[in-house]
């Protein structure tokens, strides 16, 4: 599995073409607001090009710690395409999760400050 942040999806709770909110668990890293993901399965990426908008755990907050479980919201650039996404969650929905996407550099994990 690549990357160095990983969030266990437990289920959506919204999805739009703009953006998806979900329930899981951080299994690996620490998840940020603003961090660029990717939404995966063990198949293979999902989509690409999404970014933390907000965390929610007990009120709103700006990262979350391995462990914890809490609604992350994402937003993508351009349309998410919702009618891909509820296909590959029908098949094995407990595979798919969030992982740090490459940066410029191509290694996982946030862009330079």
Request: with cysteine; charged share 20%; proline share 7%.
């Amino acid at each position: 599995m690549t990357g160095d942040v990983q969030f266990q999806l437990i289920e959506f709770t919204h999805m739009s073409y703009g953006s998806l909110t979900c329930s899981g668990r951080c299994i690996r890293g620490e998840l940020r607001v603003g961090d660029p993901v990717q939404l995966i399965s063990f198949d293979g990426p999902i989509y690409d090009n999404l970014t933390v908008s907000r965390i929610e755990r007990y009120g709103e907050r700006p990262f979350l710690d391995l462990g914890m479980s809490a609604h992350v919201t994402v937003t993508g650039s351009g349309d998410i395409n919702v009618k891909a996404i509820r296909a590959a969650l029908s098949t094995r929905p407990a595979d798919v999760m969030l992982v740090a996407a490459p940066t410029a550099g191509g290694q996982p994990g946030r862009p330079p400050a």
